[in-house]
């Protein structure tokens, strides 16, 4: 097995049908600044944290009309071209061939064995480690899967990452890793939700309050898909911004820059 033990999380990316709208609830919710950049495909955001880049949004491309707006995560990769060739080789497929963004750095979204969908990157920058427990950032990634051992084998074959599974808060749940790094978790989608809700990788952002950031998201428009929840780790919920876009805000109990 040649798998790419250098992979890592990495960047998080929302593709909007409502580029303004988004800026403003983000930044109200999450307490951003947006910067601005003119780029030749359009005006990429991106959402700071003093000066930590958090997230980028972006108007949907054209040939994605009628998708809904959606979040994307993005693990590194230090040779983009021979992971692509390698996803189907473990069960997956990919959605979007390699190509540059700008700046230089390139990407790929390909998804998995269960069909979640997650995007790949590279180039000669080295991104900063995204995880944060700071107001705001990125604090985690997690995959809801239907087969929750087929993913186990294609991350493993794929990236080499090892999956410990335990209990958490009487649910089973996994950490993907390698070595002493945690990249992100795993958790069975919940039978309650249907076939209708698709295996997917999603994000956690890092709030210092849950409740009141989830009273915001109803203020603003967005929908609450799971309340305020306590977890070892600290209350969580599960909500939508007014476009759709499913993300999740972690209120951890230790919180630190």
């Known amino acids: 097995m040649n798998a790419v033990a250098d992979a890592r999380p990495c960047w998080v990316d929302l593709s909007t049908t409502d580029p303004a709208g988004a800026e403003a609830f983000y930044r109200d919710v999450l307490g951003w600044d947006v ?16 000066d930590r880049e958090v997230a980028g949004m972006m108007a949907q491309a054209p040939d994605a009309a009628g998708a809904p707006s959606a979040w994307t995560v993005y693990f590194w990769v230090d040779d983009l071209d021979d992971v692509v060739r390698r996803v189907a080789a473990a069960g997956g497929s990919v959605l979007a061939a390699p190509f540059e963004i700008p700046g230089g750095d390139r990407v790929s979204v390909v998804a998995d064995s269960t069909d979640a969908v997650f995007g790949l990157m590279s180039g000669t920058s080295q991104p900063d480690p995204i995880y944060s427990m700071a ?19 294609f991350y493993d074959e794929l990236f080499g990452w090892q999956a410990e599974t335990g209990d958490a808060d009487g649910v089973e749940y996994s950490v993907f890793s390698v ?24 994000i956690y952002f890092t709030v210092a309050d849950c409740s009141a950031s989830v ?42 820059e």
Not at 35 to 50: A, K, N, Q
Not at 184 to 191: E, Q, S, W, Y
């Open 179 to 202: 070595g002493d790094a945690q990249l992100g978790g795993m958790i069975a989608t919940p039978d309650e939700l249907g076939e209708d809700v698709p295996d997917s990788w999603s």
């Open 215 to 256: 009273e915001r998201v109803r203020d603003l428009g967005g929908q609450v898909l799971k309340a305020t929840t306590p977890t070892p780790m600290g209350p969580f919920a599960v909500v939508a911004d007014p476009q759709g876009a499913v993300f999740q805000l972690m209120e951890f109990t230790e919180q630190s």
């Open 135 to 153: 107001a705001g950032a990125v604090g985690w990634f997690e995959l809801m899967t239907r087969d929750t051992a087929a993913a186990v084998r």
């Open 35 to 50: 910067h601005r950049h003119e780029t030749p495909v359009g005006v990429y955001l991106i959402g700071m944290v003093g």
